[in-house]
């Protein structure tokens, strides 16, 4: 079936440090593909988006590009905040049409003063 | 606001006592999904609905049950709780296939 893998944790960063969580999906043709960001005690809460190819999501810094030729979507972000500290997972349908979504096991990233 | 609302947000109960926990999203959402999270696993997928009176299983549907007889609602029901159940569950909807989905803040369950 259908894997999300992304790079385990958890990350410890100083403030103003530069981001990458590495996450590479298995499903075939073009899925979607999304970042969720899940802050303490809370839900999980889209971060960005991309719906095909060499698309660049991005919001609030962070930037991922979906490259179809090596099934990745890093996220990336050039200057960390204490704010940014949270759990992060990559996330992709199977398909078009596809109305299962599958999880990486997600990234816990702190952020130190 | 455009949200999904779970209930109960924490629960602790014992082993066999059937339980429901509700969710509804006031989005006009087509899609609605329950998934558990464990530490070192992620999220799974219990079951998912399409629209309503169409469900079916996820990745990890023993001893759940749901149901849709409504748009707005899609309650998660534990016929016979037991400890390996004990986790932290997101109810979540969309407007349909390959779309961003939009969660609850989660219920915690716990069951002795």
């Known amino acids: ?113 | 606001e455009a949200q999904v609302t779970q209930n109960p947000r924490y629960l602790i109960t014992v082993t066999g006592k059937k339980l429901t926990v509700t969710c509804s999203q006031n989005m006009n959402h087509e899609y609605m999904s329950w998934y558990r999270q464990d530490p070192g696993l992620g999220l799974r997928q219990i079951y998912y609905s399409m629209n309503v009176e169409v469900t079916d299983k996820g990745d990890v549907p023993e001893g759940y049950k749901v149901s849709r007889k409504e748009k707005r609602n899609f309650p998660l029901i534990l016929e016979s709780p037991s400890p390996n159940q004990t986790s932290l569950y997101f109810c979540a909807s969309s407007f349909g296939a390959n779309q961003p989905q939009h969660f609850g803040d989660g219920t915690r369950l716990s069951i002795l």
């Open chain 1, 1 to 113: 079936g259908n894997s999300v893998t992304q790079m385990e944790g958890p990350v410890t960063l100083s403030e103003e440090a530069f981001l990458t969580i590495n996450c590479t999906y298995t499903a075939t043709g073009y899925p979607s593909l999304f970042w969720y960001v899940q802050y303490p005690g809370e839900g999980l809460q889209l971060l960005l988006k991309a719906t095909k190819a060499d698309d660049k999501g991005s919001n609030k810094g962070f930037e991922a590009t979906y490259r179809k030729e090596t099934t990745s979507f890093h996220l990336e972000k050039g200057s960390v905040q204490v704010s940014d500290s949270a759990v992060y997972f990559c996330a992709q349908y199977s398909g078009a049409g596809s109305y299962q979504l599958t999880f990486g096991k997600g990234t816990k990233l702190s952020v130190i003063p």
